[in-house]
């Protein structure tokens, strides 16, 4: 069944991540998260539902040029605490 007019809009939806390395927090937009599914070679992008729509125990790979000693996104793994509209969950 197509999704058609129940499609949400969640492009400027943020997640407060803890990457792997070093335990650090931090707010990124949903946009630069992926996960990989099942039947897929390469990772895709997250597209939650609801602000609950996501795994607490999985690693997502979360690409940012936060701490980047090149000043170039790179990729990380991180478990997603929570979902939210705005920066400020």
Not at 16 to 41: C, D, E, N
């Amino acid at each position: 069944m197509s999704e058609g007019g129940n499609a949400v809009d969640n492009s400027g939806w943020f997640a407060y991540v803890r990457y792997k390395s070093g335990r650090k927090t931090a707010f990124v937009p949903i946009l630069s998260i992926k996960q990989k599914k099942p039947g897929h070679k390469r990772k895709v992008l997250i597209n939650p539902k609801t602000l609950t729509d996501f795994n607490s125990q999985e690693w997502y790979s979360v690409k940012t040029a936060e701490d980047s000693k090149d000043g170039q996104p790179h990729s990380w793994y991180a478990n997603i605490g929570k979902l939210g509209g705005t920066m400020y969950l």
